[in-house]
């Protein structure tokens, strides 16, 4: 019994070692480029300022002005008047209802 695992324990280890030297290490490789980097700037820029293929809506660059239903003043006397009440309650006054 002590030999066949001893003999199993041997070829696992063999399998690991063959397996461990499967692949080489060739080090880091240099980035090799037909372009200069002047074309490749000039190639970046192109693509920069054209359209995405794959945006969603490519046709449409500008962004439509939101329009408010509300005047701003209305909305900056609200805000106020919510700050005034938030202002009262945080110092135990009673809020009309």
Known sequence: ????KIIAAAAV???AAIGAQA????????PVSANSRSEVRAK????AHSDAPYAESVPSRVIATPVGLVARG??????????VQA???AHGQQLPL
């Open 13 to 15: 280890s063999l399998l």
């Open 23 to 30: 692949e080489t290490y060739e080090g880091v490789q240099a």
């Open 74 to 83: 209305t909305v900056r006397n609200d805000a106020a008047a919510v700050r």
């Open 87 to 89: 202002h009262a309650a």
């Open 1 to 4: 019994m002590k030999t066949s």
């Open 44 to 47: 970046a820029v192109v693509v």
